[in-house]
C-alpha cells in the first residue's frame, strides 16, 4: 500500500499532468475516436470528458489490437438471463479507471495505479461498486482480478501501452518532444554526494516490484 506521503505526491503529480496535458493537447490539436470521444480529452472539464467515453466504443479497439487477450464475457445478464458478451473484462477494466476511479486514461502511470488495484497493490476495489455488479448475475471482479494477476509484466505493459495509445494517439510523440526540450541533469547541475544514508524501504515496496 502506498504511504501517505506517496499518496500525496501522486495527487500533485496527477494535477501537474491536467496542466500539462491541456497546454500540450491544444498545441498540437485532437483527434476524434471515431463515432465516440474527442481523444484528447484533456482539452475539456472533468465532467465533461468523463460523459463522453463510452467503454463499449472503445474496448472494441483494444481487442482489435491485443487478439488475445481474455474476453472475460461469459457472465449472466440479470435482466435478459442471457449471456452478455458485450460486458467485457477490457470494458469494465475501462469503466474502473475512469468512472470509479476518476483517473486520467491517457497517461501510463495511472493505467499502472488502476493495474495495481487490481493486484493488491494499491487501493481496495469496493465489490459493492465495480463495473458489472448491478447487472450481471455474478460479480465479476473476483474473475477479472484472476485473469489480470496471471499476466506478467510484459503483458501488462503491452496492455497499457494500447490503452494509452487509442485515448492518446500522440502519447509517444508528446514523449519525444518533452525529452528533447528537458535538458539533460548532466548539463544543468552538478552532482552532490548524498548526506547521509540511503532511505529503508517503507512497508508495501516490494509489492510495487510486480508492476
Not at 488502476?114 to 469496493?126: K, P, R, S
Request: glycine share 6%.
Amino acid at each position: 500500500m502506498y504511504s501517505n506521503r506517496d499518496r500525496t505526491a501522486i495527487a500533485w503529480r496527477r494535477r501537474t499532468r491536467w496542466a500539462i496535458a491541456i497546454g500540450l493537447f491544444l498545441g498540437l490539436g485532437s483527434s476524434v475516436l471515431p463515432g465516440s470521444i474527442p481523444v484528447a480529452v484533456g482539452q475539456e472539464p472533468e465532467a465533461d470528458w468523463r460523459r463522453q467515453i463510452n467503454p463499449r466504443i472503445v474496448w472494441p479497439r483494444v481487442y482489435e489490437q491485443l487478439p488475445e487477450f481474455p474476453q472475460g464475457n461469459d457472465y449472466i445478464d440479470r435482466e435478459t438471463g442471457e449471456v452478455d458478451d458485450k460486458n467485457t473484462l477490457v470494458g469494465r477494466l475501462i469503466s474502473y479507471h475512469v468512472f470509479v476511479k476518476n483517473r486520467l486514461p491517457m497517461f501510463r502511470l495511472d493505467w499502472k495505479l488502476t493495474l495495481a488495484d487490481y493486484l493488491g497493490a494499491n487501493e481496495a476495489i469496493d465489490p459493492e461498486n465495480y463495473p458489472g455488479h448491478l447487472d450481471l448475475e455474478e460479480n465479476p471482479l473476483a474473475g477479472d482480478r484472476a485473469i489480470l494477476s496471471q499476466l506478467n509484466r510484459q503483458e501488462r505493459e503491452q496492455l497499457i501501452s494500447v490503452l494509452v495509445n487509442i485515448f492518446n494517439p500522440n502519447y509517444n510523440k508528446l514523449v519525444e518532444a518533452n525529452s528533447r526540450s528537458t535538458p539533460s541533469r548532466e548539463a544543468t547541475s552538478t552532482p552532490t554526494r548524498p548526506s547521509g544514508p540511503p532511505p529503508l524501504p517503507k512497508p508495501g515496496d516490494a509489492d510495487l516490484l510486480k508492476l
